[in-house]
């Protein structure tokens, strides 16, 4: 976060310097308001390239043989452009490993996933998860937190992990 606050600046300093040196090499003849406007432009220019770039970035960064399952778009009234095109601000990856076990006639999956959060601050959640194939329920729970927390849930035939580990 102190990094992209400080490109943010950065960004924003260079543009104002430029404009400045326009205004010198055109004697004069720009506004002097043309260089607070330009680094203001260039600092929005910079977030929303860092907005639609964070995700694919992200996605990158990936080992070979995730598949990401969600992917959140969300607009901002702070964040104009986001409404031209939504920013993904966060997304859930499954890293493709499994074990499969079976027990009481039901096969079980065990499998992790990994929620990305692009907010104030990066942030990654980690759940693991068990998924009965059989009765089609999954439990998942956060990492780190109680036990109690644990999520249970029925899942469709259409889930994406369900169709890649169950099939």
């Not at 990401?68 to 964040?79: A, D, N, Q």
């Not at 959640?125 to 194939?133: A, D, G, H, R």
Request: glycine content about 8%; some cysteine.
């Amino acid at each position: 976060m102190i990094w992209h606050l400080f490109a943010v600046l950065i960004v924003g300093l260079c543009g104002g310097a430029f404009l400045h040196l326009l205004r010198k090499l055109s004697g004069g003849r720009l506004p002097k308001w043309t260089i607070s406007v330009g680094a203001g432009l260039c600092m929005f220019g910079y977030h929303a390239y860092y907005d639609y770039s964070w995700y694919e970035f992200k996605a990158g960064q990936l080992p070979a043989g995730s598949i990401v399952i969600y992917e959140k778009h969300t607009t901002s009234f702070f964040k104009p452009w986001s409404y031209i095109s939504p920013v993904t601000n966060a997304f859930t990856v499954f890293d493709g490993t499994s074990k499969r076990s079976e027990q009481n006639h039901q096969i079980l999956v065990e499998y992790f996933t990994y929620h990305f959060l692009k907010d104030p601050s990066e942030r990654q959640i980690i759940f693991e998860s068990v998924l009965n194939c059989t009765t089609q329920e999954r439990a998942t729970h956060e990492k780190g937190k109680p036990v109690s927390d644990t999520i249970f849930e029925k899942v469709d035939t259409t889930d994406k992990v369900y169709q890649l580990v169950c099939s």
